[in-house]
C-alpha cells in the first residue's frame, strides 16, 4: 500500500552485529536522554500549594449576577436554556410579587435555576445568549462531588450572594 | 378572472381581490407580512403599513405606475397589474421605516413576554428591522388596568392593529373594550373597569399579533419554545374543539386555536376549551403540530416525528438538518 504521510518505515529482519548484541551503546544513549531532562526546567507545579495563572477567557462554573442594588438579573427569559447544547439547564419562572421589588429586577424571575454540572460542558454559549447580563462563567473550577445529585446546582449555589463583588470574571463564590 | 404579476410570477384572480391575498394564492416569499390584516376579520387592514408594496403598472388600461407605494391588504388589484414587494429596493426600505416606527414605542422586554418566539412583530423585526434604535425620547407607558382573570393587558405593547375590537364585534357577542383616546395617548381599554368575559373572548389572544393581550393562566408558565404544540380535538358543544394544545410531557400547559402559516386562526374557539380544559384526560390528542422551520420553536428539542412546514427554509438553523 502506498504511503500517505512518507514517514513510515519498512520492518526489516536481520541478524543484529556484536555491538548492538551487547546492547550498552543502546543503554546508555537511553541514560543520556534521562539526564538531559535533570537540567530542564519542570514543568509539573505543586497543585493545591501553587496555583496557575486562569486564562482571561477561562470558563468554569457559572454565577448569576445581582446588579449594583442587589436584584437578580436573571428574568428567565429561557434563551441559555434553548442556548444550552448539553441540555444542562432548566428554569421555572414566576411572577414578581409586591414587596419583592428590591430582590429581583423585572417583572418575571427564575424561581428555580438548575444547571447540570455532570452534562454542562462550559461552552458559555449561555453566557452569550443571555440579554439581561444576568448568568456569567466565572475563573472557579466546578468542585468534584461523591453524590451525583449534588452535581445539579440550584440557585444555592448559583446566585452571587448579596454585597460580594460584581466582576464576573475575578468574583471566587467558595475562595476565604 | 384577471391577471397579475407579483414580483414576475403571473397568477389570475377573482376580480376584487385584493394584492396581499393574490400574493397569497402564489404563496412563497413573495407574499407582504401583515401586522394587522387578518383574512378571518372583516374590515381589518389597512393601519400597520407592513404590507406596503409599488404598484409599477396600475392596470392593462392605464399602465401607469402608481405614485406611492400602496397598502397591499387594502388594494383590489386590476387586470394587468404589476407590483413589486421584494424584488423593489424601495418597498425593502420603506418596511424597514415602518418596522421602525412600530418599534418606537414598544418596549424592549421580549425576555419577560409570554408572545416571544411567536411573536409577529419580532419575526417582522428579525427580517425587516434594524439592529438599533435611533429613538431617544421616553417611550409611552399607561396606567395597568386589569380585564379579568384569564387574560392579560399590557398596553405599552399594543400596535393598535385593532384586531382584538373587530374580534369582539364579529366572533363575540358583545364588545366591552375599544380604542379610546386619540394619537399617541390611544389606548386599548374598556373605559369604565371592566371584565372581557364571554363564551369566545379568549380568541383576542391568538388574534394578538404582539404580547399586549395574552394568556393569563399560562402567564410565564413556560415560554413557548419548551412546549410542544400538538393537534388536539374534544366534543365541544360551543365552538369547532380542534385546538392547538401545548404540552410538557403529559401536562397541558396552554391551548389555542390551530393557525394557518400565516398565524391567522382556522377555527375560533370558545373559553371552555382555552382556559378550564388543562388535563390531558380532557383532550384526544392527534398528532405533533407543524412548526415554521425557521422559528425558534424548531430549536426546542423535540423535532423527531415532528413534520416541519415550509421545506423551502431548509438549512435555517434545524438541528436535525445538520
Known amino acids: ?176 | 378572472m384577471i391577471k397579475v404579476t407579483i414580483d414576475g410570477v403571473e397568477t389570475e384572480v377573482e376580480p376584487g381581490t385584493t394584492i396581499l391575498n393574490a400574493a397569497r394564492q402564489i404563496g412563497g416569499d413573495l407574499v407582504p407580512p401583515a401586522m394587522c390584516y387578518y383574512s378571518k376579520l372583516k374590515g381589518s387592514g389597512g393601519k400597520c403599513r407592513t404590507c406596503l408594496v409599488k404598484v409599477s403598472a396600475g392596470s392593462a388600461k392605464d399602465p401607469r405606475p402608481m405614485p406611492k407605494l400602496v397598502a397591499s391588504c387594502s388594494t383590489p388589484v386590476q387586470d394587468g397589474m404589476v407590483v413589486q414587494n421584494i424584488t423593489s429596493p424601495e418597498v425593502l426600505e420603506a418596511r424597514k421605516g415602518v418596522v421602525e416606527f412600530l418599534l418606537i414605542n414598544h418596549p424592549l422586554d421580549c425576555p419577560i413576554c409570554d408572545q416571544a418566539g411567536e411573536c409577529h412583530l419580532q419575526d417582522l423585526a428579525f427580517e425587516h428591522g434594524s439592529a438599533k434604535t435611533r429613538y431617544e425620547e421616553e417611550r409611552r407607558s399607561f396606567d395597568k388596568i386589569d380585564i379579568g382573570s384569564k387574560i392579560q393587558l399590557h398596553m405599552t405593547r399594543c400596535i393598535l392593529c385593532y384586531r382584538c375590537v373587530f374580534t369582539a364585534n364579529q366572533i363575540t357577542n358583545e364588545r366591552v373594550h375599544g380604542v379610546l383616546n386619540r394619537g399617541d395617548a390611544a389606548e386599548i381599554g374598556t373605559y369604565i373597569e371592566n371584565v372581557i368575559e364571554n363564551d369566545f373572548s379568549g380568541n383576542v389572544i391568538d388574534v394578538c399579533p404582539v404580547g399586549a393581550l395574552t394568556d393569563k393562566t399560562f402567564r410565564f408558565k413556560s415560554r413557548v419554545w419548551f412546549v410542544k404544540p400538538m393537534y388536539a380535538h374534544r366534543n365541544c358543544d360551543k365552538c369547532c374543539g380542534k385546538t392547538t394544545v401545548w404540552m410538557k410531557g403529559d401536562e397541558v400547559f396552554r391551548v389555542t386555536a390551530r393557525k394557518d402559516q400565516y398565524g391567522e386562526v382556522e377555527d375560533f374557539i370558545c373559553n371552555d376549551c382555552r382556559f378550564d380544559k388543562k388535563l390531558a384526560s380532557d383532550w384526544t390528542v392527534e398528532g405533533p403540530a407543524p412548526i415554521q422551520r425557521n422559528s425558534v420553536q424548531a430549536q426546542n428539542k423535540y423535532l423527531q416525528g415532528i413534520k416541519v412546514d415550509a421545506p423551502k427554509n431548509i438549512g435555517y438553523g434545524n438541528i436535525s438538518d445538520r
Open chain 1, 1 to 176: 500500500m502506498h504511503s500517505l504521510s512518507n514517514r513510515s518505515k519498512v520492518v526489516v529482519k536481520k541478524e543484529m552485529t556484536l555491538t548492538e548484541k551487547m546492547y550498552l551503546p543502546a543503554i546508555l544513549g537511553g541514560m543520556m536522554i534521562t539526564i538531559k531532562h535533570f537540567f530542564k526546567r519542570k514543568p509539573t507545579i505543586q497543585y493545591p500549594e501553587q496555583k496557575r495563572e486562569f486564562s482571561k477567557v477561562y470558563r468554569g462554573r457559572h454565577i448569576l449576577k445581582r446588579d449594583e442594588q442587589g436584584r437578580e438579573n436573571c428574568t428567565a427569559c429561557g434563551l441559555c436554556a434553548v442556548a444550552c447544547p448539553a441540555e444542562a439547564i432548566s428554569i421555572v419562572a414566576a411572577e414578581r410579587k409586591k414587596g419583592e421589588e428590591h430582590l429581583y429586577r423585572e417583572e418575571k424571575y427564575a424561581k428555580t435555576y438548575e444547571i447540570n454540572m455532570l452534562r454542562c460542558i462550559f461552552c458559555g454559549l449561555c453566557e452569550e445568549a443571555c440579554p439581561k447580563d444576568a448568568v456569567y462563567l466565572t475563573e472557579e473550577l466546578a468542585p468534584a462531588n461523591f453524590d451525583r445529585s449534588n452535581f445539579i446546582f440550584g440557585k444555592d449555589k448559583l446566585v452571587q450572594p448579596v454585597g460580594t463583588s460584581a466582576h464576573p470574571k475575578t468574583y471566587k463564590p467558595y475562595k476565604k
